[in-house]
């Protein structure tokens, strides 16, 4: 299995960006799927989840109301539509698909986030 982020880049305080996350080889409709982030030296934080059928999502306080998770089922891809971006939201961010023992992660996409 595959998965593989894209979307990140430098933006400015108040902008915006919109994560990708495609994940192959896998069936994809059975997958929980996460946005991770880390900061080099600290723990890698949980972002936003969404359940396989898109059901149900969750959100970190700190973005609650900024940042948005969905999922194309069809496509096999997931989203973070990132708004109203804060200096402390940049780090490198990951996609995560998890159904029972199989737990998948990409290589990272980066966000920085200028003041």
């Known amino acids: 299995a595959q998965v593989v982020e894209s979307g990140g880049g430098l933006v400015h305080t108040g902008g915006s960006l919109r994560l990708s996350c495609a994940a192959s080889?896998?069936?994809?409709?059975?997958?929980?799927m996460s946005w991770y982030r880390q900061i080099p030296g600290k723990a890698r934080e949980l972002v936003a989840s969404i359940s396989n059928d898109g059901g149900n999502t969750e959100y970190l306080d700190s973005v609650k109301g900024r940042f948005s998770i969905s999922r194309d089922n069809v496509k096999e891809m997931i989203y973070l539509q990132m708004n109203s971006l804060r200096p402390e939201d940049t780090a490198v961010y990951y996609c995560?698909?998890?159904?029972?023992?199989?737990?998948?992660w990409g290589q990272g996409t980066p966000v920085t986030v200028s003041s």
């Open positions: 995560n698909a998890k159904f029972g023992t199989s737990d998948y």
């Open positions: 080889d896998v069936s994809f409709a059975l997958y929980h």
